[in-house]
């Protein structure tokens, strides 16, 4: 009778793994039953003495090959107390319950914004350091995240691999096939088959084909211009009926424009700078005005180490 440390796992893993031929090193002179019971290294030309019978992957301690053999049966014995979801891993719990607590243990050095996750604070980074490792092989252009790179990539290829469960219309990106879902969920049943947008009524949609007919039905009264849509038309009319300005007959489309110029006459100085005090007429001259201190905090950003 054999006895050691190989015979005793392989026993464990053809437990586990009932249907699979389980291949385990062959251990020469392993008499330190010290170390074979701890699951220490148990040689120095193998170091990994646990292959996993699913894939190719080899593990030193037959506990990381337990946890690796969830990703192939599915089992997920963790479960987070605040809510239904359950991990395979007891870390990727640790990590998912950040969630609820609202803890941010990782900060960005330069910007100091925190991050439940480190690997979201590394990919944070990226944006500082302006690196974009993923490039697309077709034209080049770089991303920070592989993510985007793949939806990138659809532009290229010209699939449209999300379809439409109500309506079989196809998009390229999967937040695109979310947003149309929204005008099922709104009750928007009649679909432009041109441009997708979707409508109540099918006599709502039947006004809106004209515009890819390149119909114009609706004219103006005051001047030559035609238009597709009667709402177009109107908005139009505001030129001629308008906002006009007291003091100097400039005309403006909207009242809001209107008072933001009579600011001009008045003197008053109701934008204020946050950054220096600098008060501004017009909210436009402020948000030019802001830029100059953007500048100055991107000059002396500290540099990365």
Do not use: W
């Not at 337990?66 to 990727?92: L, V, Y």
């Not at 939806?151 to 219309?169: F, I, L, N, P, W």
């Not at 220096?276 to 540099?303: D, N």
Request: net charge positive; with cysteine.
């Amino acid at each position: 009778m054999q006895f050691g440390f190989v015979d005793v796992k392989r026993v464990k893993l053809e437990i586990e793994y009932p249907d699979e031929e389980v291949i385990v090193p062959d251990l020469k002179d392993c008499t330190d039953l010290g170390d074979a019971g701890s699951g220490k290294e148990v040689s120095a030309e193998n170091e990994r003495p646990y292959p996993c019978p699913k894939c190719d992957k080899t593990f030193k301690k037959l506990d990381n090959l337990r946890k690796h053999s969830r990703t192939h049966t599915g089992e997920r014995p963790h479960a987070c107390p605040e809510c239904d979801k359950r991990f395979a891993q007891i870390g990727t719990l640790k990590k998912h319950l950040l969630i609820h607590t609202g803890e941010r243990p990782h900060e960005c050095s330069v910007c100091g914004k925190c991050f439940t996750q480190r690997g979201t604070l590394q990919k944070h980074m990226l944006i500082h350091t302006g690196e974009r490792p993923h490039e697309c092989p077709t034209c080049l252009k770089r991303f920070t995240e592989v993510g985007a790179l793949m939806r990138h990539s659809v532009t290229h290829t010209g699939e449209r691999a999300y379809r439409c469960q109500t309506c079989d219309k196809t998009f390229r990106q999967l937040g695109a096939l979310r947003n149309h879902y929204r005008v099922h969920a709104q009750g928007r049943s009649y679909i432009c088959q041109d441009c997708g947008k979707a409508f109540k009524e099918p006599s709502a949609l039947e006004k809106h084909t004209v515009v890819h007919l390149g119909l114009h039905p609706y004219a103006c009264d005051l001047c030559d211009r035609r238009f597709a849509q009667p709402n177009t038309l109107k908005e139009h009319a505001r030129i001629h009926m308008g906002h006009v300005c007291q003091e100097c007959g400039k005309r403006f489309t909207q009242l809001g424009a209107l008072q933001e110029h009579a600011l001009i006459h008045s003197g008053v100085r109701s934008h204020e700078c946050q950054d220096c005090g600098k008060r501004f007429m017009q909210l436009g001259h402020l948000k030019k005005h802001a830029h100059v201190h953007e500048k100055f905090r991107t000059a002396h950003m500290q540099p990365i180490v």
